[in-house]
């Protein structure tokens, strides 16, 4: 079993629309959270992190965190064209550990 | 924000000759890199970790005398894949974290990947 699981999709949604993203997790020594959003043919990027559980936003972006539930969400408001691309979620025990990456959800915003 | 690059971008090469793939934080120093391998439609698996001046740690699975990793200063990591072999046809991308941010979140800052060919 994968220590993240998130659903490749691809999951399809007209612009303006909220997308909706979710990883599980197993590993409860997980402390840090992170979206990365990644363009074809290119490196991640770090979009949030976040530290145990609960809610952080960033502009348009939304993490959510679980730990009850083992359960992360990133929400992305009035979707633009621009966020196509694929979104992964990564867990890590501690700020120095090794990431462990879910398999990464495409994401296709239609004009 | 910081940058990480990797050279070349992508690369084809014959069957049993040897790549080297480099990694530089541009602007930034860095004890720790990371190699991954992503293939299409799948997630980054992370093969090693590389720290500055001591040898690599490699995850389970991963062939070390196949995957030669040095990193030699604190802003060049090297990932040599010896004798490729079609099914070592992959996305490559390596990462840095930032030295000397002890007690905050040390972000791994990805480069932008190498695409590897064997024909």
């Known amino acids: 079993q994968k220590e993240v699981e998130q659903d490749p999709g691809p999951l399809s949604v007209p612009e303006g629309a909220i997308v909706s993203l979710n990883c599980t997790y197993s590993n409860s020594a997980f402390q840090y959270f992170m979206w990365y959003r990644q363009y074809s043919r290119k490196g991640p990027e770090l979009l949030m992190y976040t530290y145990s559980s609960g809610n952080k936003e960033d502009g348009r972006f939304t993490a959510q965190v679980d730990k009850s539930s083992k359960y992360i969400s990133l929400f992305i408001r009035d979707s633009q064209p621009s966020d196509s691309a694929t979104y992964l979620c990564?867990?890590?025990?501690?700020?120095?550990?090794?990431?462990?990456f879910g398999a990464g959800t495409q994401v296709v915003v239609t004009p | 924000g910081a940058v990480v690059s990797q050279h070349p971008s992508w690369v084809i090469c014959k069957s049993g000759t040897s790549v080297k793939i480099e990694c530089r934080s541009l602007?930034?120093?860095?004890?720790?890199m990371f190699w991954y391998r992503q293939f299409p439609k799948q997630s980054l698996m992370l093969m090693a970790t590389s720290n500055e001046g001591s040898k690599a740690t490699y995850e389970q699975g991963v062939e070390k005398d196949k995957f030669l990793i040095n990193h030699a200063s604190l802003t060049l990591s090297t990932l040599t894949v010896t004798s490729a072999h079609p099914e070592d046809s992959s996305f490559y991308i390596c990462s840095a974290s930032p030295s000397g941010r002890a007690g905050s979140y040390n972000e791994q800052f990805f480069g932008p990947g190498t695409r590897l060919t064997v024909l």
């Open positions: 602007d930034f120093q860095a004890t720790t």
């Open positions: 990564a867990s890590r025990r501690d700020s120095w550990g090794k990431l462990q």
